[in-house]
Every structure is written in structure tokens, then in C-alpha cells.
């Protein structure tokens, strides 16, 4: 819970500017505020997120025997744990725990990638939804016409010549 209020509070400051760029590169609008409806969605998300996956784990543990934990030995590969269990850190379920996630790096890079890639879903989907309902005209906009791919500015004193240039471009619109 202290790392999920923690990610929130740096994903609150850090917001501004990554919203900021993306609206840069997207051509959208967004303007960061503190939302008490998001942070509840968000801390709700992720504790369903955290029970799913304790579940899963649970299930694991219910069906390794008991002698078979003390011993190290899974009945399914009949190997020995890396560490015994008396110089695991916590209780007897922690350090079952703690073993098979050490016993399993596959497993593990599976899904720290299924997070790091539903963050950027979860990402791409409330920057669209924010600007489908807060600002529809700027979704519709990007969606049917064309953004510029080069802004031009005429430097200071030399607005009349350089505008001329611009204008001679053949593709050139106001």
C-alpha cells in the first residue's frame, strides 16, 4: 500500500511534464490536475491487480505438500530449494514465497513486461478518454485533418522577405 501511495504522489508530479510532451507529439490538450476519483480508481485497480496475482500464488502453495516445503523439494521437478527454509527471511509461507519467485525468472520477466505494457494501455487509454470527453473537438481534429509537420516563424526584422519565401513554398497554408 506505502509503494502504491508512493508511485501515486511521484506519478502526480511527474505528470505534468510527460502530459505536457505527449500533447506536444500527439496534438492534444492536457491540462494535469489532481483527481481524488482517479487516485481511488487507480489504488482500487491496483489492489485487484495485487489480489489476482496473491491468488494465483495462493493456489501454487495449496497444492506444494507440507513435508515437501520443509524438505526444499518441489513434486513436480523433485529438485532442492537454492536456500533451506531456517535461513529464510519471515515465516514459513514468506519464505515458500520468496522461493519459488526466486526459482522462477521466467516467470517473473513475463510479468513485469505484462505490467510495464498495461501501463502504457491503461496510459494511452485515459489520455484518449480525457480528451474524448473533456475536449472532443481537439480528438476530432487530430483524427480528420492534417498536422503541420513544420512551423515556420520569421525571425524579427525580417518578416516581409522571409514571409515571402514561406509563401512560395507550393505546399504552404495559412
Request: hydrophobic share 50%; glycine share 6%; with cysteine.
Amino acid at each position: 500500500m506505502g509503494a502504491t501511495l508512493a508511485g501515486l504522489a511521484l506519478s502526480t508530479l511527474a505528470t505534468p511534464a510527460i502530459g505536457s510532451l505527449i500533447a506536444l507529439q500527439a496534438g492534444f490538450t492536457f491540462h494535469a490536475q489532481a483527481d481524488a476519483r482517479a487516485w481511488l480508481i487507480t489504488i482500487a485497480a491496483l489492489a485487484g491487480v495485487t489480489l489476482l496475482f496473491a491468488w494465483i500464488g495462493v493456489r501454487s502453495l495449496r497444492a506444494l505438500q507440507p513435508i515437501e516445503a520443509i524438505r526444499g523439494i518441489s513434486a513436480r521437478s523433485q529438485r532442492h530449494t537454492v536456500r533451506p527454509l531456517n535461513r529464510m527471511p519471515g515465516n514459513a509461507r514468506t519464505a515458500i514465497s520468496l522461493q519459488q519467485a526466486a526459482a522462477s525468472p521466467s516467470r517473473n520477466l513475463l510479468v513485469g513486461c505484462m505490467l510495464f505494457l498495461m501501463t502504457l494501455i491503461v496510459s494511452f487509454a485515459a489520455v484518449l478518454t480525457y480528451n474524448a470527453t473533456v475536449k472532443p473537438d481537439n480528438l476530432y481534429n487530430t483524427l480528420s485533418t492534417e498536422t503541420p509537420q513544420v512551423v515556420a516563424t520569421p525571425a524579427q526584422g525580417e518578416t516581409t522577405e522571409a514571409m515571402q519565401r514561406i509563401r512560395a513554398i507550393p505546399s504552404y497554408r495559412t
